[in-house]
C-alpha cells in the first residue's frame, strides 16, 4: 500500500525514506505495514475544504460527504479509520473481522502484477478478531461512514453463527455492516452465495439485525466470478428480504486478464485495474436485476474509471489496489473529476449520473 501524498512524512528524517517508489520496492505486506503506520503516527496528509456539493451523496439512509470509499482489506484491523476518513474518503471500510483473532495464510501472501497494475492476495482474514477490533472503534470519532466488514473463521464449525456473531458485535458502533461471502482465500466461503445457503445466511444476519437498538444498514458483498444465473438467484434471495444494497465486487479468481504475467500463476484474489472491466460488467448485470443502492468496487484506477461505475449503476464506490500504484492524489483527483463530469453534463448531484450506461455495461463479454 503506497501513498504517494506523504509529503508531511518529508519531514520526519525516521520516515523519510517512505516515498512511494521506496514503497514499490519494498515486499509489498511490508510496504502496507510501513503505511499503516505512518497513518497511525498522524503522518498523513488530511484534506483541506469541504468536499465539492455535487459529490453529497444519500445511500441507504448514510449521509456521504463524497461517494467514494476506502475498500475492505486496507484497515483490517480498524487502526486508522479517523486518519482515512481526514484524508477525504467519504466512507471507510474496515475488516474484514472474524470472531476470534486469526494469523491468515503464510507468508509471502500478497503480490504486485505490476506490468497490469494488478495485485493478487491470498491474505485468508488475517485479523485480530472481533474483542480487539470493537475496542479500538469505540474508541475513535470517525468523521465519514465507518462500515465494518464481517466474516467467518476459518475454522468454524459454523459460518452462518460467525455472521450472526458479527452483526450483534457491530451494529451498535459501525455506521454500516458489509456481509462478506465472496473472498476466495477462505475454503467453502463462496459457497454461501448459492440460493438455499444466501436464505438461510441472510435470514440469521437479518434477524439479528432486527434485535439491535440501532437498524445499522446491511450490505452484502459478492464476487466477480459469477455467471448471469448465479445473479438472478441471488437477486431473488434478496428481494425477499430487507437487505439494504449490495457491494460488487470482491477480487477474482480469474487470471485472463493477466495471462502470462509477473505473479500470475500465484494463488489467491486479483484486483486493481485488470479487475475493472469485469467487476463494471457485473455490477451492471445486478443493476438490471435491483433496485437496491450497490457500491461499484474493483480495479477503479483513474477519475474516468471512477466515472464509469456510477455509469454502469453504481451509487457510490470504493477502492483500494490502485492507491498502491497511483498514489493518495488519486483519491483527490477522483472527487475532483466527478464533480466536473457532473457540472460538465449539466447536472447538479452525481446521482444523476447512476446508471446512465447500465445497459452498454451488462452487454460486454
Ligand atoms: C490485500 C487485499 C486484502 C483484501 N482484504 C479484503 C477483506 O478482508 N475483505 C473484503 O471484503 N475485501 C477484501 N479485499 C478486496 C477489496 O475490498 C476490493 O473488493 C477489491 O480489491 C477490488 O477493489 P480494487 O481493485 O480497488 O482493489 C482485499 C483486497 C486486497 C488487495
Same mark, same amino acid.
Given at each position: 500500500?503506497?501513498?504517494?501524498?506523504?509529503?508531511?512524512?518529508? +519531514? @520526519?528524517?525516521?520516515? %523519510?525514506?517512505?516515498?512511494?517508489?521506496?514503497?514499490?520496492?519494498?515486499?509489498?505486506?511490508?510496504?502496507?505495514?510501513?503505511?499503516?503506520?505512518?497513518?497511525?503516527?498522524?503522518?498523513?496528509? &488530511?484534506?483541506?475544504?469541504?468536499?465539492?456539493?455535487?459529490?453529497?451523496?444519500?445511500?441507504?439512509?448514510?449521509?456521504?460527504? /463524497?461517494?467514494?470509499?476506502?475498500?475492505?482489506?486496507?484497515?483490517?484491523?480498524?487502526?486508522?479509520?479517523?486518519?482515512?476518513?481526514?484524508?477525504? #474518503?467519504?466512507? @471507510?471500510?474496515?475488516?474484514?473481522?472474524?470472531?476470534?483473532? !486469526?494469523?491468515?495464510?503464510?507468508?509471502?501472501?500478497?503480490?504486485?502484477?505490476?506490468?497490469?497494475?494488478?495485485?493478487?492476495?491470498?491474505?485468508?482474514?488475517?485479523?485480530?478478531?472481533?474483542?480487539?477490533?470493537?475496542?479500538?472503534?469505540?474508541?475513535?470519532?470517525?468523521?465519514?461512514?465507518?462500515?465494518?466488514?464481517?466474516?467467518?473463521?476459518?475454522?468454524?464449525?459454523?459460518?452462518?453463527?460467525?455472521?450472526?456473531?458479527?452483526?450483534? +458485535?457491530?451494529? +451498535?458502533?459501525?455506521?454500516?455492516?458489509?456481509? /462478506?461471502?465472496?473472498?476466495?482465500?477462505?475454503?467453502?466461503?463462496?459457497?454461501?452465495?448459492?440460493?438455499?445457503?444466501?436464505?438461510?445466511?441472510? !435470514?440469521?444476519?437479518?434477524?439479528?439485525? $432486527?434485535? $439491535?437498538? @440501532?437498524?445499522?444498514?446491511? #450490505?452484502?458483498?459478492?464476487?466477480?466470478?459469477?455467471?448471469? %444465473?448465479?445473479?438472478?438467484?441471488?437477486?431473488?434471495?434478496?428481494?425477499?428480504?430487507?437487505?439494504?444494497?449490495?457491494?460488487?465486487?470482491?477480487?477474482?479468481?480469474?487470471?485472463?486478464?493477466?495471462?502470462?504475467?509477473?505473479?500470475?500463476?500465484?494463488?489467491?484474489?486479483?484486483?486493481?485495474?485488470?479487475?475493472?472491466?469485469?467487476?463494471?460488467?457485473?455490477?451492471? &448485470?445486478?443493476? &438490471?436485476?435491483?433496485?437496491?443502492?450497490?457500491?461499484?468496487?474493483?480495479?477503479?484506477?483513474?477519475? !474516468?474509471?471512477?466515472?464509469?461505475?456510477?455509469?454502469?449503476?453504481?451509487?457510490?464506490?470504493?477502492?483500494?489496489?490502485?492507491?498502491?500504484?497511483?498514489?493518495?492524489?488519486?483519491?483527490? +483527483?477522483?472527487?475532483?473529476?466527478?464533480?466536473?463530469?457532473?457540472?460538465? &453534463?449539466?447536472?447538479?448531484?452525481? $446521482?444523476?449520473?447512476?446508471?446512465?450506461?447500465?445497459?452498454?455495461?451488462?452487454?460486454?463479454?
Amino acid at each position: 500500500m503506497i501513498f504517494s501524498a506523504l509529503s508531511p512524512l518529508l +519531514r @520526519v528524517p525516521l520516515l %523519510a525514506s517512505l516515498t512511494r517508489d521506496s514503497l514499490l520496492r519494498m515486499d509489498p505486506e511490508t510496504a502496507h505495514g510501513a503505511t499503516i503506520n505512518a497513518l497511525r503516527l498522524g503522518l498523513a496528509p &488530511q484534506q483541506d475544504g469541504p468536499d465539492a456539493p455535487e459529490l453529497k451523496t444519500s445511500i441507504a439512509g448514510l449521509e456521504l460527504s /463524497n461517494p467514494v470509499g476506502m475498500a475492505a482489506g486496507f484497515d483490517k484491523n480498524g487502526e486508522v479509520p479517523r486518519a482515512l476518513a481526514l484524508m477525504g #474518503f467519504g466512507m @471507510v471500510e474496515i475488516g474484514t473481522v472474524t470472531p476470534r483473532p !486469526q494469523s491468515g495464510n503464510p507468508k509471502p501472501r500478497l503480490f504486485r502484477v505490476a506490468a497490469a497494475e494488478g495485485v493478487i492476495n491470498r491474505m485468508g482474514f488475517n485479523n485480530d478478531g472481533h474483542d480487539d477490533v470493537f475496542r479500538r472503534l469505540n474508541d475513535v470519532r470517525v468523521p465519514a461512514a465507518l462500515g465494518v466488514n464481517i466474516g467467518a473463521n476459518k475454522d468454524t464449525a459454523d459460518f452462518i453463527s460467525d455472521y450472526a456473531r458479527g452483526v450483534a +458485535r457491530f451494529a +451498535r458502533i459501525a455506521d454500516y455492516l458489509t456481509v /462478506n461471502i465472496s473472498s476466495p482465500n477462505t475454503p467453502g466461503l463462496r459457497d454461501l452465495q448459492q440460493s438455499e445457503a444466501l436464505k438461510r445466511l441472510l !435470514q440469521a444476519v437479518l434477524t439479528v439485525r $432486527s434485535k $439491535s437498538p @440501532v437498524r445499522v444498514p446491511v #450490505f452484502l458483498k459478492i464476487a466477480p466470478d459469477l455467471d448471469e %444465473a448465479a445473479l438472478d438467484s441471488i437477486a431473488a434471495v434478496i428481494a425477499a428480504t430487507d437487505l439494504d444494497g449490495l457491494i460488487v465486487s470482491n477480487t477474482t479468481i480469474s487470471r485472463d486478464p493477466i495471462a502470462g504475467m509477473e505473479n500470475a500463476a500465484e494463488m489467491g484474489g486479483l484486483s486493481g485495474k485488470p479487475l475493472f472491466d469485469l467487476a463494471t460488467i457485473r455490477l451492471a &448485470q445486478m443493476r &438490471q436485476r435491483t433496485s437496491l443502492p450497490i457500491i461499484g468496487v474493483g480495479g477503479i484506477h483513474s477519475p !474516468q474509471s471512477a466515472l464509469e461505475k456510477f455509469e454502469a449503476g453504481a451509487n457510490a464506490i470504493q477502492l483500494y489496489s490502485a492507491l498502491v500504484f497511483g498514489g493518495l492524489d488519486l483519491l483527490d +483527483r477522483i472527487k475532483r473529476g466527478l464533480a466536473a463530469a457532473v457540472r460538465a &453534463q449539466g447536472k447538479r448531484n452525481i $446521482s444523476e449520473l447512476v446508471g446512465t450506461r447500465t445497459a452498454d455495461w451488462a452487454s460486454r463479454k
